[in-house]
């Protein structure tokens, strides 16, 4: 989503795009990288209504009596007719000022002469949540939350199979927190990170990693993607640089009499020498140095997971 076009919303255009890319990765097996700041599905506004309609007040005086309905002019409503925007009904009401009967004519349907005004961006939103559940049993899917995810912005996200997210400023919403404060007639919330932001969505295991910023996130996508095939059914990628590890040698780093942090045997330590005069020595963990990447770990703490190499073959990481 560009987030500086209509805040990042879904229209149907913006459906087709998502649409054709998710099916141009599941026909080729790839990989399906989505990277979210949007607004959710976009409510539309008929600009050409917006600008012509009258209200009539039930005390023009204190408009917060209320009104009894919005209505447009004749000229306005024969203008608005020929464009499609509008259904109304004509009545003739006394008008107080002058005397004299004047014609208005009601609005009863608001249709808007525009595309991406209403129901059919709902329908492209429902259209692109199952191509995006489709793509989750062909292909890996993978989304980098960089802005905010509203509505169908944030089913999208969960319905991907792994997820990125910055820590600032890129909460996973499915509705504002003015919103929930106005139903809840309370302020319990004073910003959308409370809602969706990582001190939630980590901590629940919906994002698997968080980055600081988009260099970051990019690089996490790419490691990521290193760890698996090119595309469906393709051969692991097999990475041994000069310095390989070889899967022959020992794990140096022994266990202690006091429990430890399993995560020091599955990546390696570093020791540092007591004066200047001794150098740091590494000791090696159960896979290749550098390699092992943590997913999840805001969530279920007594379980590491992640992915890591071991003489350069990608493997999986469960530890209890």
Known sequence: NDITHKAGSFGT?????FSAATEYARTRGIPRIY?????????????????AYKVAWVNEADPSKGFNYIYVTP??????????????????????ATGENEERYIITDIIGSSPDLGVENLR????IAGDTSRAYEDV???????????GIGAYLVRLGQRTIQKV?????????YQALNKLMGTPVYSSNSQLGGPSIMYSNGVSHLTVEDDIQGVDAIVKWLSYIPAMRGGALPIVQPDNVDSPDRNVEVLPTKN???PRLYLKGVTMHGDTHLQEEQFLSGFFDKNTFVEAMGGWAKTVI????????IPMGVIVP
């Open 75 to 96: 000229e306005d409503y024969q203008r608005l007719k020929l464009s499609g925007s509008i259904t109304a009904k004509a009545v003739t009401v006394l008008d107080p």
């Open 259 to 261: 429990p430890s942090d």
């Open 35 to 51: 990277l979210a700041a949007n607004s959710g599905a976009r409510i539309g506004m008929a600009e050409e209504v917006k600008e």
């Open 13 to 17: 255009m913006e459906d087709k795009l």
């Open 305 to 312: 997971t992640g992915r890591a190499r071991l003489g350069g």
């Open 140 to 150: 890996f899917t993978l989304t980098y939350v960089t802005g905010r995810c509203v």
């Open 168 to 176: 600032s400023n890129a909460p996973i919403l499915l509705t504002g």
């Open 124 to 127: 492209g939103s429902g259209t």
